[in-house]
């Protein structure tokens, strides 16, 4: 859990100037950035703290860690969680009532599931579509790594956009760590250009970026990311 001694509103100060910053300095509106507060780790005091300085968009990436936190905080005001990790799909029918985005469906099974989970609780949920445009083997979502792979993702991603308790609206990607933030920019610029592929083949909203974490976000901002998801900045290192 993230230390007691960490100063998480000065670190969410810090955090929105560079945000800020980045987003001025690509011509872009700091408003058009959704900053996601990834508590994965974090206690609910945390949370708590990070809620009472202004953040409202918490992500989460295990549903079991999840739960517990959300029932610890149900009476805090406008939060809003985003389910950032990988589902399983036993998991999946856990999901909708409790996140309000779903930022990593990786399979059309995954989105399946979540449509019939939306419909039964009378829902229509935002989804991402989580992408594997680096290659990297650790990385989940679909592989497509090489643009040679691209037409055929456009049958499924027609399938999902179609399914009519699911609202998706863009991509979810996550670049390789690197010391170097300037090594994500490549990443970054693919998913958008799968995203241009993808807008003209597949009617829907195609609007959201979510990519760049705290090693990368500034470069993730210049390349269009509307979504960034920050924990470590925020919360402080993890244990384990």
Same mark, same amino acid.
């Given at each position: ?52 300085? !202004? ?175 920050? !924990? ?9």
């Amino acid at each position: 859990m993230a230390d007691v001694s960490v100063d998480i509103a000065s670190n969410l100060g810090t955090v929105r100037a560079r945000i800020a910053a980045a987003a001025r300095g690509a011509g872009r509106d700091p408003a058009d950035v959704r900053l996601v507060a990834v508590s994965k780790g974090a206690s609910p005091e945390a949370i708590r703290r990070a809620h009472a300085a !202004g953040q409202r968009d918490f992500g989460e990436n295990r549903v079991e860690e999840a739960l517990p936190k959300m029932e610890a905080l149900k009476d805090l005001e406008g939060i809003c969680w985003h389910m950032v990790g990988h589902i399983q799909s036993r998991k999946a029918r856990l999901i909708v009532p409790a996140f309000a985005w779903v930022h990593s469906v990786d399979r059309v099974k995954i989105a399946r599931l979540l449509d019939r989970e939306a419909e039964a609780h009378g829902q229509r949920l935002p989804v991402l579509l989580e992408c594997n445009v680096s290659g990297e083997a650790t990385k989940e979502g679909w592989h497509l790594a090489e643009r040679s792979l691209w037409a055929t993702l456009t049958s499924e991603v027609t399938e999902v956009a179609s399914l009519p308790h699911l609202e998706v609206r863009g991509l979810m990607t996550m670049a390789p760590w690197s010391a170097d933030p300037e090594t994500a920019r490549p990443v970054f610029r693919k998913l958008r250009a799968l995203r241009d592929h993808l807008s003209g083949t597949v009617p829907g909203r195609w609007d959201e970026f979510s990519m760049g974490m705290t090693d990368d976000f500034e470069v993730a901002i210049e390349e269009g990311a509307t979504i960034v998801r920050i !924990g470590r900045a925020i919360f402080g290192p993890r244990d384990g």
